[in-house]
Protein backbone atom coordinates (compact mmCIF):
# COMPACT_ATOMS: atom_id res chain seq x y z
CA UNK A 1 0.00 0.00 0.00
CA UNK A 2 0.89 3.09 -1.16
CA UNK A 3 1.65 6.52 1.52
CA UNK A 4 -1.44 7.81 2.63
CA UNK A 5 -1.32 11.15 3.32
CA UNK A 6 -2.73 13.55 5.82
CA UNK A 7 -5.57 15.79 5.58
CA UNK A 8 -5.17 17.19 8.77
CA UNK A 9 -7.81 16.97 12.01
CA UNK A 10 -11.20 16.64 10.77
CA UNK A 11 -13.40 15.19 13.19
CA UNK A 12 -16.85 16.13 11.39
CA UNK A 13 -15.32 14.17 8.36
CA UNK A 14 -16.71 10.34 7.64
CA UNK A 15 -14.02 8.70 9.35
CA UNK A 16 -13.15 6.75 6.99
CA UNK A 17 -12.06 9.35 4.34
CA UNK A 18 -8.44 8.66 3.47
CA UNK A 19 -5.76 10.34 5.40
CA UNK A 20 -8.44 12.20 8.05
CA UNK A 21 -7.18 12.56 11.52
CA UNK A 22 -9.92 11.75 13.90
CA UNK A 23 -8.16 12.88 16.77
CA UNK A 24 -4.83 14.86 17.98
CA UNK A 25 -2.91 17.00 21.01
CA UNK A 26 -0.20 19.01 20.71
CA UNK A 27 0.22 18.96 16.59
CA UNK A 28 0.21 21.79 14.45
CA UNK A 29 -0.63 21.89 10.80
CA UNK A 30 2.15 22.45 8.41
CA UNK A 31 1.92 22.61 4.00
CA UNK A 32 3.45 18.64 4.37
CA UNK A 33 1.06 17.37 6.95
CA UNK A 34 0.96 17.97 10.94
CA UNK A 35 4.76 18.72 13.56
CA UNK A 36 4.15 18.62 17.17
CA UNK A 37 3.27 21.95 18.56
CA UNK A 38 6.53 23.81 19.84
CA UNK A 39 6.61 24.10 23.67
CA UNK A 40 6.47 27.10 25.76
CA UNK A 41 9.98 28.39 26.52
CA UNK A 42 11.05 31.02 29.74
CA UNK A 43 12.30 34.58 28.87
CA UNK A 44 13.90 36.85 30.69
CA UNK A 45 10.98 38.36 32.05
CA UNK A 46 9.70 37.51 35.58
CA UNK A 47 6.14 37.20 36.43
CA UNK A 48 3.42 39.83 36.58
CA UNK A 49 2.04 40.94 40.06
CA UNK A 50 -1.17 39.69 38.90
CA UNK A 51 -3.58 38.06 36.04
CA UNK A 52 -2.63 39.25 32.85
CA UNK A 53 -5.84 41.32 31.43
CA UNK A 54 -4.13 42.33 27.78
CA UNK A 55 -0.69 42.73 26.01
CA UNK A 56 0.39 44.29 23.18
CA UNK A 57 3.96 44.70 21.01
CA UNK A 58 3.48 47.95 19.36
CA UNK A 59 5.67 50.06 17.15
CA UNK A 60 6.34 53.65 16.83
CA UNK A 61 7.50 55.33 13.78
CA UNK A 62 10.75 55.07 13.96
CA UNK A 63 10.85 51.48 14.06
CA UNK A 64 11.38 50.52 17.83
CA UNK A 65 8.80 48.17 19.57
CA UNK A 66 7.07 48.65 22.95
CA UNK A 67 5.79 45.36 24.67
CA UNK A 68 2.60 46.54 27.07
CA UNK A 69 0.53 44.07 29.22
CA UNK A 70 -2.40 45.26 31.73
CA UNK A 71 -3.30 43.55 35.05
CA UNK A 72 -6.63 44.83 36.38
CA UNK A 73 -5.01 47.56 38.07
CA UNK A 74 -1.61 48.26 36.24
CA UNK A 75 -0.24 48.94 33.10
CA UNK A 76 3.83 47.52 32.18
CA UNK A 77 6.53 47.69 29.97
CA UNK A 78 8.99 45.20 29.09
CA UNK A 79 12.54 45.92 29.19
CA UNK A 80 15.75 44.78 30.27
CA UNK A 81 14.35 42.00 31.63
CA UNK A 82 12.29 43.02 33.86
CA UNK A 83 8.73 44.77 33.98
CA UNK A 84 8.58 48.55 34.50
CA UNK A 85 5.18 49.72 36.23
CA UNK A 86 4.04 52.43 33.35
CA UNK A 87 0.60 53.02 35.41
CA UNK A 88 -1.30 56.36 36.24
CA UNK A 89 -0.85 57.70 39.16
CA UNK A 90 -3.76 56.18 41.39
CA UNK A 91 -3.31 52.60 39.25
CA UNK A 92 -6.69 51.71 37.54
CA UNK A 93 -10.11 50.21 39.22
CA UNK A 94 -10.58 47.94 36.38
CA UNK A 95 -13.70 45.19 36.65
CA UNK A 96 -14.20 41.44 37.24
CA UNK A 97 -14.32 41.07 33.45
CA UNK A 98 -12.44 44.01 32.18
CA UNK A 99 -9.71 43.61 29.67
CA UNK A 100 -7.24 46.00 28.09
CA UNK A 101 -7.48 47.05 24.31
CA UNK A 102 -4.19 48.42 23.09
CA UNK A 103 -4.21 50.98 19.47
CA UNK A 104 -0.91 52.56 18.04
CA UNK A 105 -1.38 56.25 17.07
CA UNK A 106 1.74 57.63 15.48
CA UNK A 107 4.08 57.36 18.57
CA UNK A 108 1.57 57.42 21.15
CA UNK A 109 0.51 54.14 22.58
CA UNK A 110 -3.41 54.17 23.64
CA UNK A 111 -5.21 51.52 26.09
CA UNK A 112 -9.02 51.41 26.94
CA UNK A 113 -10.52 48.71 29.68
CA UNK A 114 -13.88 49.87 29.30
CA UNK A 115 -13.73 50.82 32.88
CA UNK A 116 -10.96 53.39 33.49
CA UNK A 117 -10.74 56.62 31.52
CA UNK A 118 -8.29 55.78 28.08
CA UNK A 119 -4.89 56.25 28.85
CA UNK A 120 -2.08 57.07 26.53
CA UNK A 121 1.61 57.25 26.72
CA UNK A 122 4.90 58.01 24.07
CA UNK A 123 7.04 56.60 26.70
CA UNK A 124 7.20 56.08 30.16
CA UNK A 125 4.28 56.33 32.35
CA UNK A 126 0.42 56.13 30.67
CA UNK A 127 -1.70 59.13 31.71
CA UNK A 128 -5.50 60.13 31.30
CA UNK A 129 -6.39 61.47 28.16
CA UNK A 130 -9.58 63.20 29.19
CA UNK A 131 -11.00 63.78 26.09
CA UNK A 132 -11.09 60.13 24.58
CA UNK A 133 -14.69 58.58 25.67
CA UNK A 134 -14.29 55.44 27.72
CA UNK A 135 -14.80 52.36 25.48
CA UNK A 136 -14.50 48.35 25.80
CA UNK A 137 -13.10 48.33 22.13
CA UNK A 138 -10.10 49.95 20.26
CA UNK A 139 -8.73 50.66 16.41
CA UNK A 140 -6.19 52.64 15.10
CA UNK A 141 -7.46 53.04 11.36
CA UNK A 142 -6.99 55.48 8.80
CA UNK A 143 -5.73 58.40 10.59
CA UNK A 144 -8.52 58.10 13.23
CA UNK A 145 -8.70 56.04 16.34
CA UNK A 146 -12.02 54.02 16.60
CA UNK A 147 -13.69 53.23 19.66
CA UNK A 148 -16.78 51.05 20.54
CA UNK A 149 -19.11 50.23 23.19
CA UNK A 150 -19.07 52.63 24.93
CA UNK A 151 -19.68 53.12 28.80
CA UNK A 152 -18.91 56.92 28.85
CA UNK A 153 -21.37 59.23 30.48
CA UNK A 154 -20.88 61.64 27.37
CA UNK A 155 -22.44 58.85 24.91
CA UNK A 156 -23.41 55.83 26.89
CA UNK A 157 -24.60 52.82 24.12
CA UNK A 158 -22.81 49.59 23.59
CA UNK A 159 -23.63 49.67 20.32
CA UNK A 160 -21.50 53.21 19.72
CA UNK A 161 -18.46 53.64 18.05
CA UNK A 162 -16.79 57.53 18.06
CA UNK A 163 -13.63 58.06 16.39
CA UNK A 164 -11.45 61.03 17.12
CA UNK A 165 -10.36 64.00 14.52
CA UNK A 166 -8.10 63.13 11.71
CA UNK A 167 -5.00 62.62 13.03
CA UNK A 168 -5.40 63.83 16.40
CA UNK A 169 -5.82 61.28 18.87
CA UNK A 170 -6.55 64.11 21.90
CA UNK A 171 -10.09 65.60 20.20
CA UNK A 172 -12.95 64.08 20.12
CA UNK A 173 -15.34 66.71 19.43
CA UNK A 174 -18.01 65.62 17.04
CA UNK A 175 -17.80 68.16 13.74
CA UNK A 176 -17.65 67.95 10.27
CA UNK A 177 -14.47 70.28 10.22
CA UNK A 178 -11.94 67.99 12.13
CA UNK A 179 -13.92 64.72 11.03
CA UNK A 180 -14.74 63.93 14.54
CA UNK A 181 -17.54 61.80 14.42
CA UNK A 182 -19.93 59.41 16.59
CA UNK A 183 -23.01 56.80 16.03
CA UNK A 184 -24.81 54.05 16.76
CA UNK A 185 -25.22 50.58 15.10
CA UNK A 186 -28.95 49.55 15.49
CA UNK A 187 -30.30 48.02 12.63
CA UNK A 188 -29.76 44.90 14.76
CA UNK A 189 -29.87 44.33 18.40
CA UNK A 190 -26.92 44.10 21.27
CA UNK A 191 -23.87 45.43 21.65
CA UNK A 192 -20.66 45.72 19.61
CA UNK A 193 -18.58 42.87 20.76
CA UNK A 194 -15.22 43.09 18.37
CA UNK A 195 -13.78 45.58 16.46
CA UNK A 196 -10.96 45.14 13.49
CA UNK A 197 -9.45 47.51 11.06
CA UNK A 198 -9.37 46.16 7.53
CA UNK A 199 -7.27 47.44 5.00
CA UNK A 200 -6.30 51.18 4.28
CA UNK A 201 -9.82 52.80 5.17
CA UNK A 202 -12.20 50.23 6.55
CA UNK A 203 -13.42 48.81 10.13
CA UNK A 204 -15.53 46.06 10.53
CA UNK A 205 -17.81 46.15 13.54
CA UNK A 206 -19.49 42.64 14.98
CA UNK A 207 -22.38 41.96 16.83
CA UNK A 208 -23.56 38.74 18.13
CA UNK A 209 -25.59 38.21 15.17
CA UNK A 210 -24.26 40.55 13.05
CA UNK A 211 -21.75 41.95 11.08
CA UNK A 212 -20.62 46.39 9.81
CA UNK A 213 -18.27 47.06 7.39
CA UNK A 214 -17.41 50.84 7.77
CA UNK A 215 -15.54 52.92 5.33
CA UNK A 216 -14.20 56.20 5.43
CA UNK A 217 -15.45 58.19 2.92
CA UNK A 218 -14.75 61.92 3.84
CA UNK A 219 -17.16 64.72 4.83
CA UNK A 220 -20.36 65.37 5.90
CA UNK A 221 -20.63 61.78 6.78
CA UNK A 222 -17.13 60.73 7.90
CA UNK A 223 -17.64 56.81 8.24
CA UNK A 224 -20.25 55.49 6.20
CA UNK A 225 -21.29 52.04 7.86
CA UNK A 226 -23.54 49.14 6.07
CA UNK A 227 -24.56 46.10 7.46
CA UNK A 228 -23.43 42.84 5.60
CA UNK A 229 -26.63 40.38 4.90
CA UNK A 230 -27.02 37.76 7.28
CA UNK A 231 -26.70 36.99 10.83
CA UNK A 232 -22.72 36.08 10.65
CA UNK A 233 -21.20 37.55 14.55
CA UNK A 234 -18.29 37.54 16.73
CA UNK A 235 -18.30 36.79 20.44
CA UNK A 236 -15.05 37.72 21.57
CA UNK A 237 -13.25 41.25 21.15
CA UNK A 238 -10.05 39.52 21.22
CA UNK A 239 -10.76 36.59 18.89
CA UNK A 240 -11.34 38.13 15.86
CA UNK A 241 -7.78 37.37 13.58
CA UNK A 242 -5.72 39.12 10.64
CA UNK A 243 -3.51 37.35 8.67
CA UNK A 244 -3.07 41.16 6.84
CA UNK A 245 -5.43 39.53 4.19
CA UNK A 246 -8.25 38.62 5.67
CA UNK A 247 -10.22 38.50 9.06
CA UNK A 248 -10.91 35.34 11.01
CA UNK A 249 -13.17 34.06 13.67
CA UNK A 250 -15.84 31.65 15.42
CA UNK A 251 -19.17 32.86 14.70
CA UNK A 252 -20.76 30.73 16.95
CA UNK A 253 -21.95 27.90 14.16
CA UNK A 254 -19.14 28.15 12.33
CA UNK A 255 -15.76 29.17 11.86
CA UNK A 256 -15.58 32.57 9.10
CA UNK A 257 -12.85 34.22 6.77
CA UNK A 258 -13.85 37.76 5.50
CA UNK A 259 -11.55 39.23 2.86
CA UNK A 260 -13.56 42.23 2.03
CA UNK A 261 -16.48 40.53 0.36
CA UNK A 262 -18.45 38.32 2.07
CA UNK A 263 -18.24 36.16 5.12
CA UNK A 264 -17.04 32.73 4.03
CA UNK A 265 -17.77 29.51 6.61
CA UNK A 266 -14.15 27.77 6.44
CA UNK A 267 -14.75 25.05 9.46
CA UNK A 268 -17.01 22.40 7.95
CA UNK A 269 -13.86 19.57 9.01
CA UNK A 270 -14.57 20.59 12.75
CA UNK A 271 -17.20 23.28 13.54
CA UNK A 272 -19.27 20.55 14.67
CA UNK A 273 -16.93 19.29 17.09
CA UNK A 274 -15.83 22.69 17.98
CA UNK A 275 -19.72 23.56 18.66
CA UNK A 276 -19.78 20.95 21.37
CA UNK A 277 -17.08 22.07 23.25
CA UNK A 278 -17.06 25.18 23.31
CA UNK A 279 -18.62 27.48 26.28
CA UNK A 280 -20.60 29.74 25.27
CA UNK A 281 -20.97 31.19 29.04
CA UNK A 282 -17.18 32.29 28.59
CA UNK A 283 -17.43 32.89 24.67
CA UNK A 284 -15.93 36.83 25.47
CA UNK A 285 -12.91 35.46 26.56
CA UNK A 286 -12.07 33.98 23.48
CA UNK A 287 -8.41 35.14 22.67
CA UNK A 288 -6.62 34.77 19.05
CA UNK A 289 -3.54 35.51 17.29
CA UNK A 290 -1.94 34.69 13.91
CA UNK A 291 1.66 33.47 13.75
CA UNK A 292 3.03 35.00 10.36
CA UNK A 293 6.15 32.76 9.85
CA UNK A 294 3.77 29.80 9.67
CA UNK A 295 0.68 30.88 8.86
CA UNK A 296 -0.93 29.68 11.61
CA UNK A 297 -4.05 30.90 13.79
CA UNK A 298 -4.23 29.66 17.56
CA UNK A 299 -7.51 30.31 19.43
CA UNK A 300 -7.69 29.61 23.01
CA UNK A 301 -10.75 29.49 24.64
CA UNK A 302 -12.92 27.93 27.44
CA UNK A 303 -14.34 24.59 26.94
CA UNK A 304 -16.81 22.87 29.49
CA UNK A 305 -16.74 24.30 33.06
CA UNK A 306 -13.61 26.26 32.16
CA UNK A 307 -13.65 29.79 33.19
CA UNK A 308 -10.26 31.05 31.48
CA UNK A 309 -8.65 29.68 28.27
CA UNK A 310 -7.25 26.09 28.73
CA UNK A 311 -8.29 24.31 24.90
CA UNK A 312 -6.47 25.51 21.76
CA UNK A 313 -7.41 25.02 17.57
CA UNK A 314 -4.81 25.95 15.28
CA UNK A 315 -5.66 27.02 11.32
CA UNK A 316 -3.05 27.11 8.03
CA UNK A 317 -4.67 29.69 6.68
CA UNK A 318 -2.27 28.95 3.60
CA UNK A 319 -3.88 25.20 3.81
CA UNK A 320 -6.82 25.24 5.85
CA UNK A 321 -6.58 22.57 7.49
CA UNK A 322 -6.51 22.48 11.84
CA UNK A 323 -4.79 21.03 14.17
CA UNK A 324 -5.39 21.24 18.78
CA UNK A 325 -1.99 22.67 20.89
CA UNK A 326 -3.92 22.97 24.30
CA UNK A 327 -2.35 25.38 27.04
CA UNK A 328 -3.39 27.35 29.52
CA UNK A 329 -3.52 31.31 28.58
CA UNK A 330 -3.97 34.40 30.44
CA UNK A 331 -3.00 36.53 26.97
CA UNK A 332 -1.44 35.66 23.70
CA UNK A 333 1.14 38.82 22.64
CA UNK A 334 4.29 38.52 19.81
CA UNK A 335 7.52 39.02 21.68
CA UNK A 336 11.04 40.10 20.85
CA UNK A 337 13.80 38.37 21.44
CA UNK A 338 17.59 39.47 22.78
CA UNK A 339 18.97 36.79 21.09
CA UNK A 340 21.02 34.14 22.77
CA UNK A 341 24.39 33.12 21.81
CA UNK A 342 24.73 29.13 21.04
CA UNK A 343 28.36 29.25 23.25
CA UNK A 344 26.67 31.17 25.75
CA UNK A 345 24.16 29.45 27.99
CA UNK A 346 22.88 31.73 30.71
CA UNK A 347 20.00 32.01 33.57
CA UNK A 348 16.53 32.85 31.46
CA UNK A 349 13.86 34.12 34.44
CA UNK A 350 15.60 31.73 37.25
CA UNK A 351 16.26 28.60 34.60
CA UNK A 352 19.14 27.32 33.73
CA UNK A 353 19.28 26.20 30.14
CA UNK A 354 21.35 23.62 28.93
CA UNK A 355 21.73 22.87 24.92
CA UNK A 356 19.12 19.79 24.50
CA UNK A 357 16.86 22.08 26.12
CA UNK A 358 17.02 24.96 22.95
CA UNK A 359 15.15 24.59 19.93
CA UNK A 360 16.86 21.93 17.14
CA UNK A 361 16.69 24.40 14.24
CA UNK A 362 18.71 27.65 13.80
CA UNK A 363 15.93 29.24 12.46
CA UNK A 364 14.21 29.82 15.23
CA UNK A 365 13.62 32.95 16.22
CA UNK A 366 15.01 32.09 19.98
CA UNK A 367 18.56 32.53 18.28
CA UNK A 368 17.96 35.66 16.57
CA UNK A 369 18.37 39.58 18.17
CA UNK A 370 14.83 41.61 17.64
CA UNK A 371 13.46 38.73 16.41
CA UNK A 372 9.56 38.83 17.24
CA UNK A 373 8.25 35.29 18.15
CA UNK A 374 4.30 34.05 18.72
CA UNK A 375 4.11 33.94 22.91
CA UNK A 376 2.01 33.61 25.55
CA UNK A 377 1.50 34.79 29.32
CA UNK A 378 0.54 31.82 31.12
CA UNK A 379 -1.54 31.34 33.92
CA UNK A 380 1.59 32.04 36.33
CA UNK A 381 1.05 35.44 34.48
CA UNK A 382 4.61 34.79 32.64
CA UNK A 383 5.33 35.31 29.34
CA UNK A 384 6.81 32.43 27.25
CA UNK A 385 7.60 31.96 23.83
CA UNK A 386 6.43 29.33 21.44
CA UNK A 387 9.89 27.57 20.58
CA UNK A 388 10.86 25.20 22.54
CA UNK A 389 11.21 21.60 21.94
CA UNK A 390 8.68 19.40 21.56
CA UNK A 391 7.63 17.86 24.86
CA UNK A 392 4.89 15.34 23.79
CA UNK A 393 2.23 15.00 21.16
CA UNK A 394 -0.31 12.53 19.42
CA UNK A 395 -2.53 12.10 16.38
CA UNK A 396 -5.01 9.01 15.64
CA UNK A 397 -5.92 8.33 11.86
CA UNK A 398 -9.38 7.55 10.35
CA UNK A 399 -10.13 3.63 9.74
CA UNK A 400 -8.58 1.46 7.23
CA UNK A 401 -10.71 -1.02 5.66
CA UNK A 402 -14.01 -2.71 4.53
CA UNK A 403 -17.14 -3.40 6.07
CA UNK A 404 -17.31 -6.81 3.85
CA UNK A 405 -13.42 -7.77 3.75
CA UNK A 406 -10.98 -8.79 6.71
CA UNK A 407 -7.49 -7.47 6.45
CA UNK A 408 -4.29 -8.60 8.04
CA UNK A 409 -2.05 -5.71 9.47
CA UNK A 410 1.53 -6.72 9.26
CA UNK A 411 3.21 -3.33 9.86
CA UNK A 412 2.61 0.82 9.76
CA UNK A 413 5.56 2.91 8.54
CA UNK A 414 5.24 6.87 9.44
CA UNK A 415 6.47 9.24 6.61
CA UNK A 416 8.07 11.38 8.72
CA UNK A 417 9.23 15.42 7.42
CA UNK A 418 10.88 15.18 11.15
CA UNK A 419 11.80 11.96 13.06
CA UNK A 420 10.87 12.21 16.59
CA UNK A 421 12.63 11.23 19.90
CA UNK A 422 10.51 8.46 20.50
CA UNK A 423 7.36 6.98 19.20
CA UNK A 424 4.92 3.80 19.91
CA UNK A 425 1.54 2.83 18.63
CA UNK A 426 -1.78 1.78 19.50
CA UNK A 427 -3.89 -0.24 17.31
CA UNK A 428 -7.36 -0.32 17.34
CA UNK A 429 -9.99 -2.00 15.64
CA UNK A 430 -13.83 -2.98 14.97
CA UNK A 431 -16.20 -5.98 12.82
CA UNK A 432 -18.36 -2.81 11.61
CA UNK A 433 -18.26 0.91 10.95
CA UNK A 434 -19.89 3.06 13.47
CA UNK A 435 -19.18 -0.49 16.16
CA UNK A 436 -17.01 0.88 19.18
CA UNK A 437 -13.68 0.10 18.95
CA UNK A 438 -11.74 -2.19 20.59
CA UNK A 439 -7.62 -1.60 21.73
CA UNK A 440 -5.21 -3.89 20.68
CA UNK A 441 -1.24 -3.68 21.71
CA UNK A 442 0.82 -0.61 21.96
CA UNK A 443 4.14 -0.99 20.16
CA UNK A 444 7.41 0.66 19.91
CA UNK A 445 8.43 1.88 17.33
CA UNK A 446 11.67 -0.59 15.37
CA UNK A 447 13.62 0.69 12.47
CA UNK A 448 11.01 3.60 11.72
CA UNK A 449 7.95 0.98 11.71
CA UNK A 450 5.50 -0.60 13.56
CA UNK A 451 4.99 -4.28 13.16
CA UNK A 452 1.65 -5.67 13.74
CA UNK A 453 -0.20 -9.12 13.43
CA UNK A 454 -4.04 -8.29 13.34
CA UNK A 455 -6.57 -9.16 11.35
CA UNK A 456 -9.66 -7.01 11.30
CA UNK A 457 -11.89 -5.40 9.10
CA UNK A 458 -11.31 -1.92 10.09
CA UNK A 459 -8.26 -0.15 11.83
CA UNK A 460 -7.38 2.76 13.66
CA UNK A 461 -3.83 3.95 14.93
CA UNK A 462 -2.85 6.49 17.61
CA UNK A 463 0.51 7.10 17.72
CA UNK A 464 2.42 8.98 20.13
CA UNK A 465 5.48 11.12 20.11
CA UNK A 466 7.97 12.83 22.10
CA UNK A 467 10.50 15.42 21.17
CA UNK A 468 9.96 17.79 17.72
CA UNK A 469 8.01 15.46 14.59
CA UNK A 470 6.50 16.84 11.34
CA UNK A 471 4.69 14.07 9.82
CA UNK A 472 3.03 13.93 6.59
CA UNK A 473 1.10 10.35 6.20
CA UNK A 474 1.51 6.76 6.76
CA UNK A 475 2.01 3.28 4.92
CA UNK A 476 0.06 0.77 6.60
CA UNK A 477 0.47 -3.05 4.76
CA UNK A 478 -2.88 -4.65 4.49
CA UNK A 479 -3.57 -7.72 3.36
CA UNK A 480 -6.59 -9.34 2.02
CA UNK A 481 -7.58 -11.93 5.06
CA UNK A 482 -11.02 -13.37 3.74
CA UNK A 483 -14.52 -12.08 3.55
CA UNK A 484 -16.55 -12.78 6.63
Not at 18 to 42: D, H, Q, Y
Not at 96 to 101: G, K, L
Request: charged residues 20%.
Amino acid sequence: MSVQPFIGFAPDADPATPGVITSCSMMEPTPRGLRSAPAASATDLPALAAACRGAALVTKLDGTKRLIAGTQTKLYEAGSGAWTDRSRAGDYTGSAESRWAFAQFGDVTLAQNGVDRGQSSSSGAFADLTAMPIASLMESVSGFVMCANIPDAAYQYADAWWCSALYDHTNWTPAIATQSARGRLLDAPGPITALAAFGNDLVVAFKRDAMYVGRYVGPDVIWAWERLPGSVGAFSAQGVVSDGAALYWWGGDDFYRYDGSRPQPIGSAIREWFAARFSLANASKMLGSFDSKTSLIRWYYCEGSDTEPASCVVLNTSTGRWGIADRAVEAVVEYVSAGVAYDTPGILAGVQYSTSAWPQSFDSPFWTTAAESPSIIDTTHTLKTLTGISESSSLTTGDLGDDDTSSLLRRVRPRYSKAPTTASMTNYSRARSGDTLIQQATIAAHDGKFDVLHSARWHRFRLDFTGDVEISGINADLQPDGTR
